[in-house]
Protein backbone atom coordinates (compact mmCIF):
# COMPACT_ATOMS: atom_id res chain seq x y z
CA UNK A 1 0.00 0.00 0.00
CA UNK A 2 1.36 3.45 -0.96
CA UNK A 3 1.61 6.22 1.32
CA UNK A 4 1.59 9.35 0.81
CA UNK A 5 4.73 11.85 0.95
CA UNK A 6 2.71 13.88 3.62
CA UNK A 7 1.80 11.62 5.74
CA UNK A 8 5.35 9.88 5.76
CA UNK A 9 6.62 13.25 6.05
CA UNK A 10 4.73 13.84 9.41
CA UNK A 11 5.37 10.79 10.99
CA UNK A 12 9.49 10.75 10.10
CA UNK A 13 9.01 14.35 11.72
CA UNK A 14 7.61 13.39 14.62
CA UNK A 15 4.24 15.86 14.29
CA UNK A 16 1.89 12.63 13.43
CA UNK A 17 2.06 9.07 15.52
CA UNK A 18 1.12 6.45 13.67
CA UNK A 19 -2.37 6.03 15.85
CA UNK A 20 -2.57 9.81 15.15
CA UNK A 21 -3.12 9.04 11.41
CA UNK A 22 -4.79 5.79 11.83
CA UNK A 23 -7.53 8.19 13.54
CA UNK A 24 -7.49 10.84 10.59
CA UNK A 25 -7.85 7.94 8.08
CA UNK A 26 -10.89 6.74 10.23
CA UNK A 27 -12.25 10.20 9.96
CA UNK A 28 -12.21 10.45 6.77
CA UNK A 29 -13.71 7.58 6.00
CA UNK A 30 -16.79 8.51 8.08
CA UNK A 31 -16.90 11.88 6.28
CA UNK A 32 -16.93 10.11 2.53
CA UNK A 33 -19.29 7.56 4.04
CA UNK A 34 -21.66 10.09 5.14
CA UNK A 35 -21.77 11.97 2.39
CA UNK A 36 -22.32 8.87 -0.23
CA UNK A 37 -26.42 9.36 -0.14
CA UNK A 38 -26.29 13.48 -1.07
CA UNK A 39 -23.68 12.20 -3.86
CA UNK A 40 -25.56 9.32 -5.36
CA UNK A 41 -29.06 12.20 -4.97
CA UNK A 42 -26.74 14.84 -7.30
CA UNK A 43 -25.92 11.77 -9.94
CA UNK A 44 -29.70 11.09 -10.04
CA UNK A 45 -30.67 14.66 -10.21
CA UNK A 46 -32.15 14.62 -6.85
CA UNK A 47 -30.97 18.25 -5.65
CA UNK A 48 -33.96 18.59 -3.36
CA UNK A 49 -32.53 14.91 -1.27
CA UNK A 50 -29.17 16.27 -2.25
CA UNK A 51 -29.14 19.00 0.08
CA UNK A 52 -31.93 17.72 3.05
CA UNK A 53 -28.84 15.25 2.95
CA UNK A 54 -26.02 17.21 3.37
CA UNK A 55 -27.75 20.45 5.57
CA UNK A 56 -27.30 18.68 8.72
CA UNK A 57 -23.74 17.77 8.30
CA UNK A 58 -22.69 20.97 7.02
CA UNK A 59 -24.36 22.43 10.19
CA UNK A 60 -22.70 19.71 12.40
CA UNK A 61 -19.85 21.44 11.39
CA UNK A 62 -18.16 18.89 8.60
CA UNK A 63 -16.21 20.82 6.62
CA UNK A 64 -16.40 18.49 2.88
CA UNK A 65 -20.16 18.58 3.75
CA UNK A 66 -19.90 22.52 3.68
CA UNK A 67 -18.41 22.77 0.98
CA UNK A 68 -20.15 20.52 -1.24
CA UNK A 69 -23.96 21.70 -0.22
CA UNK A 70 -22.21 25.41 -1.02
CA UNK A 71 -21.48 24.11 -4.78
CA UNK A 72 -24.82 22.46 -4.69
CA UNK A 73 -26.26 25.43 -3.80
CA UNK A 74 -24.68 27.71 -6.31
CA UNK A 75 -24.78 25.41 -9.43
CA UNK A 76 -28.26 23.57 -9.29
CA UNK A 77 -30.62 24.66 -11.35
CA UNK A 78 -34.09 26.79 -10.19
CA UNK A 79 -35.95 26.57 -7.30
CA UNK A 80 -32.78 25.13 -5.39
CA UNK A 81 -30.02 27.84 -6.72
CA UNK A 82 -29.59 30.09 -3.51
CA UNK A 83 -26.24 32.31 -4.06
CA UNK A 84 -26.28 33.38 -0.99
CA UNK A 85 -27.09 30.50 0.92
CA UNK A 86 -24.16 29.26 -1.42
CA UNK A 87 -21.60 31.77 -0.62
CA UNK A 88 -22.31 31.10 3.35
CA UNK A 89 -21.34 27.50 3.43
CA UNK A 90 -18.40 28.04 1.27
CA UNK A 91 -17.55 31.05 3.93
CA UNK A 92 -17.30 28.52 6.60
CA UNK A 93 -15.63 25.78 5.07
CA UNK A 94 -12.92 28.04 3.35
CA UNK A 95 -12.36 29.93 6.67
CA UNK A 96 -11.71 26.26 8.18
CA UNK A 97 -9.05 25.84 5.49
CA UNK A 98 -10.74 23.86 2.58
CA UNK A 99 -8.82 24.53 -0.37
CA UNK A 100 -11.48 24.19 -3.01
CA UNK A 101 -14.21 26.50 -0.74
CA UNK A 102 -11.45 28.75 -0.52
CA UNK A 103 -11.23 28.76 -4.51
CA UNK A 104 -15.06 28.66 -4.88
CA UNK A 105 -15.84 31.79 -2.88
CA UNK A 106 -13.21 33.84 -4.57
CA UNK A 107 -14.33 32.47 -7.73
CA UNK A 108 -18.01 34.20 -6.42
CA UNK A 109 -16.37 37.27 -4.98
CA UNK A 110 -14.70 37.87 -8.69
CA UNK A 111 -18.01 37.60 -10.56
CA UNK A 112 -19.92 39.16 -8.03
CA UNK A 113 -22.16 36.06 -7.47
CA UNK A 114 -24.01 35.87 -4.11
CA UNK A 115 -21.76 38.99 -2.71
CA UNK A 116 -20.98 41.98 -3.98
CA UNK A 117 -17.83 42.30 -6.80
CA UNK A 118 -14.69 42.61 -4.56
CA UNK A 119 -11.59 42.05 -7.00
CA UNK A 120 -9.33 42.48 -3.58
CA UNK A 121 -11.37 39.29 -1.82
CA UNK A 122 -11.15 36.94 -4.55
CA UNK A 123 -7.06 37.68 -4.88
CA UNK A 124 -7.14 37.26 -1.03
CA UNK A 125 -9.12 33.49 -1.19
CA UNK A 126 -7.53 32.66 -4.33
CA UNK A 127 -4.25 32.89 -2.81
CA UNK A 128 -4.83 31.16 0.31
CA UNK A 129 -6.52 28.17 -1.97
CA UNK A 130 -3.09 28.57 -4.58
CA UNK A 131 -0.47 28.43 -1.29
CA UNK A 132 -1.91 25.37 -0.11
CA UNK A 133 -0.99 23.99 -3.88
CA UNK A 134 -4.34 24.27 -5.51
CA UNK A 135 -4.01 24.50 -8.95
CA UNK A 136 -7.29 25.47 -10.22
CA UNK A 137 -6.79 28.50 -7.39
CA UNK A 138 -2.89 29.46 -9.30
CA UNK A 139 -4.66 29.55 -12.11
CA UNK A 140 -7.32 32.13 -11.38
CA UNK A 141 -4.86 33.77 -9.19
CA UNK A 142 -2.14 34.18 -11.85
CA UNK A 143 -4.71 35.44 -14.57
CA UNK A 144 -5.49 38.39 -11.98
CA UNK A 145 -2.13 39.39 -11.62
CA UNK A 146 -2.04 39.42 -15.55
CA UNK A 147 -4.70 41.81 -15.33
CA UNK A 148 -4.33 43.88 -12.53
CA UNK A 149 -7.24 42.89 -10.68
CA UNK A 150 -7.33 42.92 -6.72
CA UNK A 151 -3.32 42.86 -6.86
CA UNK A 152 -0.71 44.58 -8.92
CA UNK A 153 -0.27 43.92 -12.52
CA UNK A 154 3.08 41.81 -12.03
CA UNK A 155 3.52 39.18 -15.40
CA UNK A 156 6.54 37.34 -13.39
CA UNK A 157 4.35 36.39 -10.53
CA UNK A 158 1.63 35.11 -13.07
CA UNK A 159 4.12 33.04 -14.98
CA UNK A 160 5.35 31.73 -11.56
CA UNK A 161 1.77 30.64 -10.95
CA UNK A 162 0.93 29.47 -14.14
CA UNK A 163 3.81 27.31 -14.03
CA UNK A 164 3.06 25.43 -10.82
CA UNK A 165 -0.49 25.10 -11.88
CA UNK A 166 0.26 23.92 -15.36
CA UNK A 167 2.67 20.93 -13.70
CA UNK A 168 0.08 19.94 -11.41
CA UNK A 169 -1.99 19.46 -14.54
CA UNK A 170 -4.65 21.87 -15.19
CA UNK A 171 -5.14 22.67 -18.58
CA UNK A 172 -6.10 26.46 -18.92
CA UNK A 173 -2.83 27.21 -17.10
CA UNK A 174 -1.16 24.88 -19.95
CA UNK A 175 -2.43 26.94 -22.25
CA UNK A 176 -2.02 30.05 -20.48
CA UNK A 177 2.02 29.25 -20.01
CA UNK A 178 2.06 28.15 -23.51
CA UNK A 179 1.16 31.57 -24.75
CA UNK A 180 3.74 33.20 -22.41
CA UNK A 181 6.37 31.38 -23.71
CA UNK A 182 5.21 31.77 -27.21
CA UNK A 183 5.34 35.65 -26.61
CA UNK A 184 7.84 35.93 -24.10
CA UNK A 185 5.81 37.64 -21.32
CA UNK A 186 7.15 37.00 -18.16
CA UNK A 187 9.40 33.97 -19.16
CA UNK A 188 12.12 33.73 -21.70
CA UNK A 189 10.60 32.93 -25.14
CA UNK A 190 10.89 29.40 -26.38
CA UNK A 191 8.47 28.16 -28.96
CA UNK A 192 9.30 24.83 -27.92
CA UNK A 193 7.92 25.01 -24.54
CA UNK A 194 5.18 26.52 -26.45
CA UNK A 195 4.75 23.46 -28.10
CA UNK A 196 4.93 21.04 -25.28
CA UNK A 197 2.56 23.28 -23.00
CA UNK A 198 -0.37 23.82 -25.78
CA UNK A 199 0.28 20.07 -26.60
CA UNK A 200 -0.28 19.07 -22.92
CA UNK A 201 -3.39 20.78 -22.88
CA UNK A 202 -4.50 20.03 -25.81
CA UNK A 203 -4.74 16.21 -24.83
CA UNK A 204 -7.33 17.49 -22.56
CA UNK A 205 -9.36 18.37 -25.11
CA UNK A 206 -8.76 22.65 -24.26
CA UNK A 207 -10.06 23.66 -27.26
CA UNK A 208 -7.95 27.33 -27.57
CA UNK A 209 -4.72 24.92 -26.93
CA UNK A 210 -5.92 22.87 -29.69
CA UNK A 211 -6.16 25.90 -32.34
CA UNK A 212 -2.87 27.28 -31.15
CA UNK A 213 -1.28 23.98 -30.94
CA UNK A 214 -2.59 23.62 -34.76
CA UNK A 215 -1.64 26.99 -35.87
CA UNK A 216 2.35 26.14 -34.63
CA UNK A 217 2.61 22.80 -36.72
CA UNK A 218 0.93 24.32 -39.51
CA UNK A 219 3.59 26.81 -39.28
CA UNK A 220 6.89 24.63 -38.44
CA UNK A 221 7.34 26.94 -35.18
CA UNK A 222 8.50 25.18 -32.05
CA UNK A 223 8.02 21.93 -33.80
CA UNK A 224 8.89 20.45 -37.22
CA UNK A 225 5.94 21.12 -39.56
CA UNK A 226 3.17 18.51 -39.90
CA UNK A 227 0.11 19.70 -41.83
CA UNK A 228 -1.43 16.06 -41.48
CA UNK A 229 -1.18 16.79 -37.57
CA UNK A 230 -2.10 20.72 -37.86
CA UNK A 231 -5.75 19.68 -39.33
CA UNK A 232 -5.75 16.90 -36.84
CA UNK A 233 -5.85 19.75 -33.98
CA UNK A 234 -7.79 22.03 -36.07
CA UNK A 235 -10.70 19.18 -36.61
CA UNK A 236 -10.69 18.66 -33.07
CA UNK A 237 -11.18 22.25 -31.77
CA UNK A 238 -13.70 23.22 -34.57
CA UNK A 239 -15.47 19.68 -32.80
CA UNK A 240 -15.37 21.51 -29.84
CA UNK A 241 -16.74 24.87 -31.65
CA UNK A 242 -14.07 26.61 -31.99
CA UNK A 243 -14.73 29.25 -34.70
CA UNK A 244 -11.20 30.14 -36.28
CA UNK A 245 -10.49 26.44 -36.03
CA UNK A 246 -13.84 25.69 -38.19
CA UNK A 247 -12.71 28.43 -40.36
CA UNK A 248 -9.17 26.89 -41.20
CA UNK A 249 -10.86 23.64 -41.70
CA UNK A 250 -12.31 25.11 -43.99
CA UNK A 251 -9.66 26.09 -45.92
CA UNK A 252 -7.68 22.89 -45.50
CA UNK A 253 -10.72 20.87 -47.50
CA UNK A 254 -10.87 24.09 -49.68
CA UNK A 255 -6.51 23.54 -50.48
CA UNK A 256 -6.38 19.21 -49.58
CA UNK A 257 -4.16 20.24 -46.67
CA UNK A 258 -3.54 17.66 -44.42
CA UNK A 259 -7.04 16.03 -45.60
CA UNK A 260 -8.24 15.07 -49.45
CA UNK A 261 -9.88 17.97 -51.13
CA UNK A 262 -13.31 17.90 -49.78
CA UNK A 263 -15.01 21.37 -51.38
CA UNK A 264 -18.74 20.46 -49.70
CA UNK A 265 -16.79 19.69 -46.35
CA UNK A 266 -15.41 23.20 -46.82
CA UNK A 267 -18.66 24.62 -47.07
CA UNK A 268 -20.49 22.73 -44.31
CA UNK A 269 -17.48 24.32 -41.99
CA UNK A 270 -17.84 27.69 -43.44
CA UNK A 271 -21.51 27.54 -42.50
CA UNK A 272 -20.67 26.28 -38.87
CA UNK A 273 -18.42 29.22 -38.55
CA UNK A 274 -20.79 31.06 -39.45
CA UNK A 275 -23.47 30.01 -37.27
CA UNK A 276 -21.36 30.09 -34.27
CA UNK A 277 -20.49 33.85 -34.88
CA UNK A 278 -24.03 35.02 -35.51
CA UNK A 279 -24.76 32.95 -32.06
CA UNK A 280 -21.94 34.65 -30.59
CA UNK A 281 -23.66 37.93 -31.53
CA UNK A 282 -27.01 37.41 -30.07
CA UNK A 283 -25.42 36.94 -27.10
CA UNK A 284 -24.75 39.56 -24.07
CA UNK A 285 -22.70 38.33 -21.81
CA UNK A 286 -21.32 39.49 -18.36
CA UNK A 287 -17.73 40.73 -17.70
CA UNK A 288 -15.54 37.76 -19.29
CA UNK A 289 -14.64 35.29 -16.17
CA UNK A 290 -11.05 34.32 -15.07
CA UNK A 291 -12.61 32.67 -12.42
CA UNK A 292 -13.01 29.14 -12.30
CA UNK A 293 -14.86 26.49 -10.00
CA UNK A 294 -14.13 22.88 -8.41
CA UNK A 295 -17.31 20.63 -8.67
CA UNK A 296 -16.98 17.48 -6.29
CA UNK A 297 -18.64 15.63 -8.28
CA UNK A 298 -15.72 15.87 -11.26
CA UNK A 299 -12.49 17.06 -8.91
CA UNK A 300 -11.78 15.97 -5.68
CA UNK A 301 -9.03 18.04 -3.65
Not at 108 to 124: E, T
Not at 179 to 186: A, C, K, T, V
Amino acid sequence: MRVSFLLAFLFLSGLASPAAIHAQQEKDKDVFDNLMPAMGALDRGDYAQAIDSLRPLAADGTVEAQYVLGTVLETAPPPWRDLEAAHGWYLRAAESGHAAAQNNIGAMYFDGRGALRNFIDAARWYRLAADQGHAVAQTNLALMYGMGLGVPQDVAEMAQLLQKAAESGDPRAQAQLARLYLDGEGVTQNASEAVKWFRSAAAQDHEGAQFFLAVLLQKGIGAPRDIEAATAWFRRAADQGHRLAMLELAVAYEMGMGVAADPAAARSWRERAKAVAEEAARKTPDDPRSAQRVDPRRSRH
